[in-house]
């Protein structure tokens, strides 16, 4: 991914949130509603084991996000995988551009799964980081919570309601934590 593209995502995320009034950290329950207010369903259902969650276009113009009931993860894992399917649904399903969405056919994503990436599975990882975890709101919190040099990035991950992984791979991604 470009650093423009990941500039590109970032901006689309913030602005979503600040027009959603979402506030950190999100919950579940925030992002399920939010889900509901852009004219969405989600449901639990069975999936293949390696799929995470699947979004799909129906023919009556709105959409279904369904996330795998079959696997056990966390509270922080179902958000990050519930962000990832939003993205898809603003970056890839022309959802922002009413025309475009009218007039497009019926869209299923790649099947987020945590193996085999493509473009547009990087494309709403970016998002669903985001979307989560604000760039300058990440860089404050991080910088709030180093001291001597060392990050204490349990306490980021606290703070934004994410994952240790999905607390540092943002850091990394902006360039603020080491690889």
Same mark, same amino acid.
Do not use: A, M, R
């Given at each position: 991914m470009t650093n423009n593209r990941r500039k590109q995502i970032n901006e689309l995320a913030e602005t979503i949130r600040a027009e959603a009034g979402l506030i950190t950290p999100l919950t579940l329950e925030q992002l399920q509603n939010f889900v509901y207010e852009l004219g969405g369903t *989600?449901? +639990?259902?069975? *999936?293949d084991e390696d799929t995470d969650a699947i979004i799909v276009r129906n023919n009556n113009n709105n959409f279904n996000i369904r996330l795998n009931n079959l696997n056990n993860v966390s509270e922080e894992r179902k958000k990050f995988t519930l962000c990832h399917e939003l993205g898809h649904l603003f970056l890839h399903m022309n959802y922002l551009d009413e025309d475009a969405w009218n007039d497009s056919d019926n869209y299923e994503d790649t099947a987020y799964a945590r193996n085999g990436y493509s473009e547009e599975e990087y494309d709403a990882h970016e998002f669903a980081a985001a979307l989560l975890m604000p760039k300058e709101e990440y860089k404050d919190i991080v910088k709030n919570n180093t001291e001597n040099g060392i990050c204490n990035i349990y306490? =980021?991950?606290? +703070?934004?309601? =994410?994952s240790l992984e999905a607390a540092t791979n943002r850091g990394k991604w902006l360039g603020i934590l080491k690889w």
């Open positions: *989600l449901e +639990y259902s069975e *999936l306490q =980021v991950s606290i +703070y934004f309601g =994410v």
